[in-house]
């Protein structure tokens, strides 16, 4: 009998588990209405609390590393959600300065002679001169100011060049970049400075009178 009890007691853990042949289950349950010792072996096994509580554990456990794996998960969803929108800003400045996207810097000065909406339409002319499709960047427009403008009027009206007496001019510093296809003396790439005489007559619209380096 003690022999039996042995081998019965190595096998409870299976039977509860039904992991034994029916042959084997057979004998068990044969040997457990003959023996107490071994029946009650068998309660406290099947107690709850045992194997049950032992698979319930299991179950949380794998529900917490779930919901670890969810946590991280949606963290690295984060980081990588960050690093995608600083690389495309990055991408997207450095595409900005490669294309020479921003706009032009305009300095109207303070003049007395003329309006800012008028000192505004002429430099929307010299703007044309640069406009997108010629590939020359325009870095900023400059007033050159009352006194300048004025003495330049009065020489080019001295000039008499055109045979027409200009009642308005205007003077601007522009700084530019040439062309990246620029030809001839003019490099590609390079940054120059032009002097803009912009001349109206009296009644006319305004119009480009010289562009000169002086
Ligand atoms: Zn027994």
Not at 74 to 103: E, G
Not at 170 to 188: H, I, N
């Amino acid at each position: 009998m003690k022999h039996d009890c042995c081998v019965v007691c190595d096998l409870l853990p299976l039977y509860l588990e039904e992991m034994v042949s029916s042959e084997t289950a057979d004998y068990i349950k044969a040997h457990l209405k003959s023996c107490p010792d071994c029946a009650a072996k068998l309660e406290r096994l099947a107690k709850p609390g045992k194997a049950e509580n032992i698979i319930a554990q299991k179950n949380k456990d794998n529900s917490c590393a779930v919901a670890d794996f969810k946590t991280v998960k949606k963290r690295m969803k984060r980081k990588i959600t960050v690093w995608v929108c600083l690389s495309a800003f990055l991408a997207l400045i450095v595409f900005l300065f490669c294309n020479d996207f921003w706009p032009p810097t305009i300095d109207y000065r303070t003049s007395e002679v003329y309006t800012k909406e008028e000192i505004g339409e002429v430099i929307a002319l010299i703007k044309y001169q640069y406009r997108p499709e010629t590939k020359t960047r325009l870095y900023s427009v400059t007033y050159s100011g009352d006194d300048v403008s004025e003495s330049k009027l009065a020489y080019i009206n001295s000039e008499k060049r055109d045979d027409v007496t200009y009642v308005g001019c205007m003077v601007f510093s522009v700084k530019y970049r040439s062309s990246p296809y620029a030809g001839g003396a003019a490099l590609p790439y390079t940054e120059s400075y032009l002097i803009y005489t912009m001349v109206r007559t009296k009644g006319g619209g305004w119009k480009i009178y010289s562009v000169g380096t002086g």
